[in-house]
């Protein structure tokens, strides 16, 4: 009747330890999902709203938004990252990073909007395929935005009208893939008016 050795002792657990994650794995999972709803709760009520959550979890997000205590915020989020640990939190991650603009479509679309930019700036050419695409754009101010932006950078002034310029390339050239925001009714009725006139 002697004592079991380590190396007995673990021979034991080796039938049923590899099946299962560690206490650290499991803590930082627990965490993870902890950080992801205090992502939600940090969102603006307008955006939580457009995300695809369960009931339960929307509650208990809304139920942390009205804490003030802290160890009851800190509750809180333990008890959201126990909710989420029944659901898969990879859709909502997703959603999270497109509102962060975090995406890759987003950025880029971003990028994209920022060589249309820098070749309205650089080439004669690139409005008149701008105004070819969009013929009803306000052909004076994009070539005002231009020349003002061109005499700002010579002057090492604040960039204001290349902002505006990317203001007016944002709204001309939407971002097709932003899926969270729902239908452009806008668009649509664009895309219509075209196919009516030839």
């Known amino acids: 009747m002697s004592k079991p050795t380590h190396t007995e002792v673990a021979d034991g657990d080796d039938e049923s330890g590899p099946d299962l994650p ?29 995300l695809d959550l369960p009931d339960n979890l929307r509650i208990a997000v809304n139920e942390a938004r009205r804490i003030t205590a802290h160890g009851a915020l800190r509750r809180q989020y333990q008890y959201i990252g126990k909710v989420m640990r029944n659901i898969d939190p990879a859709p909502i ?6 509102f962060a603009g975090k995406s890759r479509a987003h950025k880029a679309w971003l990028h994209g909007l920022e060589r249309w930019r820098d070749r ?64 452009d009714e806008d668009a649509d009725d664009s895309d219509d008016e075209d196919d009516d006139n030839p």
């Open 22 to 50: 560690s206490k650290s794995q499991l803590k930082r999972e627990s965490t993870a999902l902890q950080d992801l709803g205090e992502a939600l709760v940090a969102l603006p009520a307008d955006r939580l709203k457009r």
């Open 120 to 183: 309205l700036l650089a080439d004669g050419n690139a409005l008149g395929e701008l105004l070819a695409e969009h013929p009803d754009v306000d052909i004076q101010q994009i070539r005002t935005l231009i020349r003002n932006a061109i005499r700002e950078r010579e002057q090492s002034k604040p960039p204001r009208a290349f902002r505006e310029l990317f203001q007016i390339l944002r709204e001309l050239r939407p971002e097709p893939s932003l899926e969270l925001d729902g239908p």
């Open 93 to 98: 991650r997703a959603q999270l990073e497109v």
